[in-house]
């Protein structure tokens, strides 16, 4: 297999990412490209970068085989790469950390991000604190009311949380609100965008600072299997979770690469935010990539069961590797998510988050068509309990 080396200079993976925004954004986005190049590999750099993954996250997370399940579907054995157990429950800790430390050295003492769930805004306002950085969070006001532990959260961390109340009072319009701060504070401030979606250099850089994941899994399978995994499934939202867990695999050949999108109430439905299986080539949030569209290029609204999951559209490099066949993407919808939910929980003593239970649901759909020998490794992106509420609702219950 040819050796990976995506994306070109310009941020293009074929005919995905890129540079797609308003001509004030160009030289926020010229200077973090150069600040990136420079420090990427920078020894000091790297060294901080390890040290803070080591010391404040906990890593390296282990791999662990879920030996009962595996038992019970009678199959394959799966296996999770425990990215609950990561400091703040998931694995967007690790995204968080990679670009505070660059902000520090290009001199900007302010973080944003933009929040739609929550997490990435506890994972930005955890950062700011432990560097002592003012850290703002922009998030729609429907979601400030939905999410409303994870904005005391962040208040408690000392971020200061902007509703948004535009549009749909949801992500894509907090989102807005974020770059039209950037815009205006470029000089002291920094943009921490939480997946592998907008304009060069972030779909790049995300990924790097997510590859850890992966590398860590090529080391430990050997270790704890003798081997490398036969497949490895991870849930896609805008894609960080996966990408950090495929990307050291692409070129290893015979491991096969599963992302796992939310079906939500089906594709029939029109229910759900499977942007790769049921979307269409556009442009969203400064990249090329698929997403959920209708025929005027309207983007259309999304659902998923798991907040973390309900995003139009996808990182541009995963539209690349669907295009190109080294990775497939399936879909699980909400009934089938909340079933693996409950089954990890009771069988392996783990509480999965909703976006991770998709990817152990389709796991749990394919070990039975395998022989006993054959490995799956699911990464276990984040824990389940900013999950209760909505756990508990669907099961009739008050919380
Ligand atoms: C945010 C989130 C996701 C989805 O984001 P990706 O960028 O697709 O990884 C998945 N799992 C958890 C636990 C999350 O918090």
Aim: proline share 5%; hydrophobic share 40%; aromatic share 8%.
């Amino acid at each position: 297999m040819k050796p990976y080396d995506l994306p070109d200079a310009r941020g293009h993976f074929g005919p995905y990412g890129g540079i797609f925004v308003a001509e004030t954004l160009v030289h926020a986005l010229e200077e973090l490209r150069l600040a990136y190049e420079r420090y990427r590999n920078d020894a000091d750099f790297v060294a901080e970068f390890r040290y803070e993954l080591e010391h404040f996250v906990g890593r390296p997370s282990p791999v662990y085989h879920a030996k009962r399940w595996s038992e019970r579907l009678g199959g394959a054995q799966i296996w999770f790469k425990r990215e609950d157990l990561n400091h703040t429950g998931a694995h967007k800790i690790n995204n968080t950390i990679g670009p505070a430390l660059l902000a520090k050295r290009m001199g900007k003492p302010r973080v944003i991000a933009e929040t739609g769930a929550g997490q990435h805004g506890v994972a930005t306002a955890t950062v700011a604190a432990r560097y002592g950085m003012k850290c703002v969070v922009y998030m729609g006001s429907e979601d400030v009311a939905r999410q409303a532990q994870n904005v005391y959260r962040m208040k408690l961390l000392g971020a200061e949380v902007v509703p948004v109340d535009s549009g749909s009072r949801t992500l894509k319009d907090a989102l807005n609100e974020a770059m039209r701060d950037w815009v205006t504070n470029v000089e002291d401030t920094f943009y921490i965008i939480g997946t592998v979606a907008g304009p060069h250099p972030y779909p790049m850089m995300v990924r790097d600072f997510q590859s850890v994941i992966g590398e860590e899994c090529k080391r430990q399978m050997p270790q704890m299997t003798g081997r490398q995994p036969d497949y490895v499934v991870a849930c896609v939202g805008g894609g960080s979770n996966a990408i950090g867990i495929f990307h050291p695999y692409i070129d290893v050949p015979g491991v096969q690469l599963i992302g796992v999108e939310a079906g939500g109430e089906g594709l029939a439905s029109g229910r759900h935010a499977a942007s790769l299986t049921a979307g269409t080539p556009g442009v969203l949030h400064g990249n090329r990539t698929y997403l959920l569209q209708d025929e005027n290029g309207q983007v259309i609204d999304t659902h998923s069961v798991s907040a973390g999951l309900d995003y139009p559209g996808v990182g541009p490099e995963h539209a690349w590797l669907k295009d190109s066949g080294r990775a497939r993407y399936e879909v699980v919808d909400d009934e089938q998510t909340l079933k693996a939910f409950h089954d990890c929980c009771r069988i392996e003593g783990i509480i999965p988050a909703l976006e991770s239970s998709h990817a152990l649901a389709y796991a749990a759909r394919l070990a039975p068509t395998l022989p006993r020998d054959r490995i799956i490794l699911v990464n276990l992106s984040g824990r389940g309990d900013k999950d209760m509420h909505t756990v508990a609702q669907r099961a009739g219950m008050r919380f």
